[in-house]
């Protein structure tokens, strides 16, 4: 830190993404990222002629790609905001909800980034414990008078909660609202978006970086009724108003158009997803019910820390988070099936060193 | 605003855009977007290999873009940030060197966004009156005790302050930082970057936007000290670490590496400005002795607002501003040499009629 570094942010404890290694790597299941390459249809849509036209701004509004969206989705370009990434739409909702007097909560193990936005902002953060299963209790987001964010699928844990859960925490809060990240949902489970019909204080947020292989793309989006949108734009419209380059507006659009090919991939992953984790319940580990793009799994065999450790020798590299609560536990992303097959097998090989 | 918008935001102005028409356009003089498409070598860096690896997250660091950078620069790679555009560094610097008790002071007449910033990060701003000639007098920023952000060359006056008045400003400030906005340094002005090696107090920020043709493509830089830049990671790490995507990284090594290109463009550019003026000022105008890729201009023979409506009526977009210091003057962004030619005898006519 530099001795002009402003006070007000000497405690900023930043977020940590998972690594991003540059060196050999066997397999690099720690991200989450999909083991498919986007749509082709996006290389095709990345012309020449676009390439040149760098030169002028991207609208600012990405008004096609919203279209494209509220297409996709059956909603109206006004209920739409896109994002460079999830995360920034995410940060513009913290401090768009939030400030003096209205607090945010999240589950107390949940994505690593709404406790860092909080600090940012100087918004006053409430964790709420998640149950001994790691799921998430509705009743505990009752009355809480705070701001909420809500990963649904939640992550690290992978598991669900379904529309008429969260249909409970919209209904208890009237007065506030429930950002709920809905970055997994596309590995099977049920969106919440169809509640935007009914509720004014839902703000449903996707990412591209998973389902649609985009992560290097960068885009996400909020999903809400008009006028929390047009809250996300004010905020936005004052940081960084050109924040989804052309290339991705493109990117995105020319996804959003190839529904068999994202189809096809989503419908890949899980099953690779529920056969990787068959075969880790045979070798004896503990595995939650992940409706996502990763598994959480555990065993009594061997602490997380030593596995972790081990694969990473064998040049995998995982995930792993030091807080007590999840120590033993490992965030594997889902590979291409023949990396899957293989993981099994190297694990196999280190339990029984 | 909806009901859920935060009150400590509720007197938020955001920043205005200059128009991106979407709809039939003769000529977009309005955002200061460069004429020429981006270096070729760009849309060869851009291979169907690099879109399908999309599915990764790209390096938050932007390492390789930053030695490329650092190369061209004659700097280190610690002493870089790249950025979602300009805008983004300036944004991260003005909430890492502003905050409790350290305001911002800027110039009176500037770059709208510096005062957008400042109230959305709640940071005291002082506005500093230009000269009657639109000049920055250094004199009057000698120990502010705010940090401070100069556009220069400054927009949209054009005119420039010399590295020795930029020194004038660091050495009576030695407790506060400059943050030193060289959008528009490649048009014909000397950059500031050798005064890193003097001054821990300055923070140079560069742009893709103008000179190198990627206003669509987002990339800007921040150079600095290490422990400023170092500054800059730590916010921009609790804001969205994966600010840069990809192919703009891509794009940006593509275009450092084209410097026959780039050096022929700004040239050009140049050229065109500067004879553009000489046809202005026969017309009668006044024009200032702009450094940058756009033109300051008014004539006695018609107000500013009505100069602006007759353009707009012929297709011409350019901008104006209400404030009342600069209401009679137009920002006319430089295009092709045929666009100009043709945008003064256009002119011309309107004076005429």
Redesign the interface.
């Known amino acids: ?9 000497a405690g ?1 404890d ?4 998972g690594e ?1 290694p ?1 060196g050999e790597i066997r397999m ?1 299941l720690n ?1 989450n ?6 749509s082709p249809r ?2 095709q849509a ?1 012309t ?1 002629e676009q ?10 509004d990405s ?1 096609l790609l919203r279209q494209a969206a509220a297409k996709r989705y059956g909603l109206a370009p006004e209920q739409i905001v896109a994002g ?2 999830s ?2 739409i995410l ?1 513009l909702a913290i ?8 607090g945010l909560a999240f589950p107390n193990i949940t994505y690593g980034f709404y406790k ?2 909080a ?2 902002f100087g918004i006053d953060a409430k964790e709420i414990p998640l149950a001994e299963d790691f799921s998430i209790r509705p009743a505990d987001y009752a009355h809480l008078g705070r ?1 909420m964010v809500i990963a649904n699928p939640n992550a690290p844990s992978g598991l669900v909660l379904t529309p008429a859960q969260i249909e409970e925490i919209l209904r208890a809060n009237p007065d ?2 429930l950002i709920l990240d809905e970055a997994y949902v596309d590995f099977g489970s049920e969106s919440c978006l169809p509640l935007l019909d009914k509720y ?2 839902l703000l449903v947020v996707h990412t591209f ?1 998973k389902s649609r ?6 885009l996400g989006f909020g999903f809400g ?1 008009p ?2 949108i ?2 996300l ?3 936005r ?7 989804v ?4 507006q493109l ?1 995105g659009i020319a996804s959003l158009e190839d529904e068999d090919y994202f189809r096809a991939c989503v419908d890949q992953v899980c099953d690779i997803r529920d056969k990787t984790a068959a075969a880790l319940r045979q070798l004896g580990f503990i595995v939650t019910d992940s409706r996502t793009n990763f598994l959480f799994v555990r065993t009594d065999k061997m602490p997380g820390a030593r596995l972790f450790d081990r694969l990473r020798q064998q040049g995998i590299v995982v995930r792993r988070w030091n807080d007590p609560l999840i120590a033993d536990w490992l965030r594997i992303s889902i590979g291409t099936r023949e990396q899957m097959e293989q993981l099994v097998e190297i694990i196999r090989g280190i339990l029984e060193e």
């Open positions: 830190m530099s001795r002009y570094f402003t006070a007000d942010l900023l930043p977020y940590t993404p991003q540059q690099k991200t990222e999909n083991p498919f390459p986007p996006v290389a990345i020449r390439i040149d036209s760098l030169r002028l701004y991207e609208d600012p008004a460079n990434g995360d920034e940060m401090r768009a909800f939030c400030g003096e007097g209205k860092v936005w600090a940012l701001t506030d609202v004014d204080n970086s292989s985009l992560a290097g793309g960068r009724c006028a929390l047009e809250d734009n004010r905020v419209y004052s940081m960084n108003p050109y924040n380059n052309l290339l991705t990117a």
